[in-house]
Each structure stands twice: as C-alpha cells, then as structure tokens.
C-alpha cells in the first residue's frame, strides 16, 4: 500500500504565503511524477503544478511567478510554496503522484492522491 499525506494548509490573508507539503510512504519502488492539484467550491479539479523525477516543472498559468514545486527524491516529498496568494487561491489542494511498486517478481504504477488540505485566502 502507498500513502500520500499532506501538511501546510491554512487561512491567510491576500498577500500572504504558504507551504504545502506530501510525504508518499509505502511499498514504493520509484515515483514519477508528483504534483498538485485544487478544487474550488463548485467547480472541477485542476492542475496547479507538477515536477518530474528529474525535476521539469509545470504551471498553471494562474499561478506561474507565484507558485514553486518542488520535490526531495530522498524523502518521497513534493513541496508547493505559494507566494503572493489571491483569494481565488482559496480550495482544497490535493497531492497527487505516479508511483512504481514492487509485489514479488511484478511491478505495477499507479495514480495515488492525498487527502487534501485547506488552503484559505481572505481578502
């Protein structure tokens, strides 16, 4: 089994900033890509950022010069720090990950996401 777990949310004030973080733990052989997404109140579930194993980073636009990902290989941890946050910031962010496991002779990869943690921005 993998787990993703997430820490770093909270309520800020516009202006202000935030770390995310997600530590991946289990019956992990290698991970892919690791990354963030967020859903808004009423509306769907979309990407903020990911990075690859070798460190290729994508943005969404929205958050491009505000947002950075980032991952430490050695601990399983992706990070998202979020500077200049805006009210339309505020959702629940999910950590997500592609991860390769080991069951005897067979690997397999899958998607796995966190919990997810409140990100809160008053203006």
């Known amino acids: 089994q993998v787990q993703l777990v997430e820490s770093g949310g909270g309520l800020v004030q516009a202006g202000g900033s935030l770390r995310l973080s997600c530590a991946a733990s289990?019956?992990?052989?290698?991970?892919?890509?690791m990354g963030w997404h967020r859903q808004a109140p009423g509306k769907q579930r979309e990407l903020v950022a990911d990075i690859t194993s070798g460190g290729v980073t994508n943005y969404a636009d929205s958050v491009k010069g505000r947002f950075t990902v980032s991952r430490d290989n050695g601990k399983n941890t992706v990070y998202l720090q979020m500077n200049s946050l805006k009210p339309e910031d505020t959702a629940v962010y999910y950590c997500?990950?592609?991860?390769?496991?080991?069951?005897?002779?067979?690997?397999?990869?899958?998607?796995?996401w966190g919990q997810g943690t409140q990100v809160t921005v008053s203006s």
């Open positions: 997500n990950a592609k991860i390769t496991s080991r069951n005897s002779i067979v690997y397999y990869t899958r998607d796995y």
């Open positions: 289990g019956n992990i052989f290698s991970i892919n890509a």
